[in-house]
């Protein structure tokens, strides 16, 4: 049986968000808007390269409160109120318990397009933790990929709304 031409793509999309989503880890080179790195993999002109090991995607995804910023993998990421831009991160011992830096090699995913630039900034015990307009990047421990539901906590947790125009692809 053939497979239709929206089956084969729905396919690769999903082999690729798998590939996205199984990397990981810890580094220091910042990174801005480009969504990929020169192709020197051997792929056809215009195809993004595979994220290198320890790359952490960062997408656009669309939730009940908008457009926001998000891993790869689905999970939101969060600014603290008590952290400032270009400063060191405030969310510490307890606190990074519940509310874990999001650590890596930063890198816009192909179909996202941010205002703001991506870097890292040092953490106390000496890793890189990724920062978005200068402001250090959580997660919520616990939380479900596609949930906004930190949101809001004690007045000092957001998200990073974004706009429908930052999706560059399948609008």
């Known amino acids: 049986m053939r497979k239709s031409g929206w089956s084969v793509a729905a396919a690769g999309l999903g082999s690729l968000v798998l590939l996205l989503t199984a990397c ?5 080179s910042p990174a801005g808007n480009a969504g990929s790195t020169p192709n020197a993999g051997g792929q056809p002109s215009g195809a993004p390269d595979l994220p290198s ?12 409160l ?8 689905g999970f939101d990421v ?18 990074a318990a519940i509310w874990p830096a999001v650590t890596g090699i930063p890198q816009v995913g192909p179909a996202a397009s941010l205002p703001y630039t991506l870097g890292t900034v040092t953490m106390a015990n000496g ?10 990047l959580y997660t919520l421990k616990g939380a479900r990929a596609l949930s906004t539901k930190g949101d809001g906590i004690e007045g000092k947790w957001h998200v ?12």
Request: with cysteine; aromatic share 10%.
């Open 66 to 73: 908008g457009w926001v910023l998000a891993e790869a993998s």
């Open 53 to 64: 090991p320890g790359t952490t995607v960062l997408i656009v995804e669309h939730s009940k």
């Open 78 to 95: 969060y600014t603290y109120g008590g952290d400032t831009r270009g400063g060191q991160p405030t969310c510490t011992g307890a606190c």
């Open 24 to 28: 990981g880890g810890s580094s220091s």
């Open 160 to 171: 990073i709304k974004l706009s429908k125009k930052n999706v560059t692809w399948g609008t």
């Open 127 to 136: 890793g890189k933790q990724i920062t978005y307009n200068g402001y250090p």
